[in-house]
């Protein structure tokens, strides 16, 4: 029995993991999967705290940053889901992209066309996170043992949030 055989097939459900919940997400089998962009009371409190830094208007924070938690649990699956292609994700002034090493997956663009703001899907990007990583934690250890370093700092994930592309 395949998937679209099964009894109740009309809707497609879609499992996202997002900060260490799982949330189901179903829909009709030709729609596109929903995130919730509305923010609880913890982020609505961060929203206003922006809001006051920045002086501006809560509503206008609200624009502005709510829809960011949706955006995390987009990108947060798919970085899961394709550990060996994943090359990053960022949040922009208006949106946010997502690279991938090789092609970006077919699940990618349904998860993205569900946010509020545009997400640039980037593939092709060359290298992955991982691999990243690895290359990082390389060259960190060679300058570590150096006797001549005097101060070693090193991050986990490198963003080229200037150049996505």
């Known amino acids: ?67 960011q938690e949706g955006f995390a649990e987009v990108a947060s699956p798919l970085r899961t889901a394709h550990p060996e292609s994943f090359a990053g994700a960022a949040l922009l002034e208006e949106g946010a992209w997502i690279a991938f090493k090789d092609e970006v997956p077919e699940e990618a663009t349904d998860l993205v066309e569900a946010l509020p703001k545009p997400v640039d899907l980037i593939g092709h990007r060359g290298f992955s996170e991982a691999e990243l990583s690895e290359a990082l934690e390389a060259v960190y250890y060679d300058i570590f043992e150096h006797p001549d370093a005097l101060t070693r700092v090193a991050g986990s994930r490198l963003d080229f949030v200037s150049s996505p592309q």
């Open 1 to 67: 029995m395949t998937a679209s055989d099964h009894p109740g097939s009309g809707r497609r459900w879609w499992l996202v993991l997002a900060g260490g919940t799982l949330l189901v997400l179903g829909g009709p089998a030709s729609a596109a999967p929903t995130v919730d962009c509305e923010p609880g009371p913890a982020a609505l409190e961060d929203i206003a705290t922006l809001a006051e830094q920045q002086g501006v208007p809560m509503d206008e924070a609200i624009e502005r940053y709510a829809w």
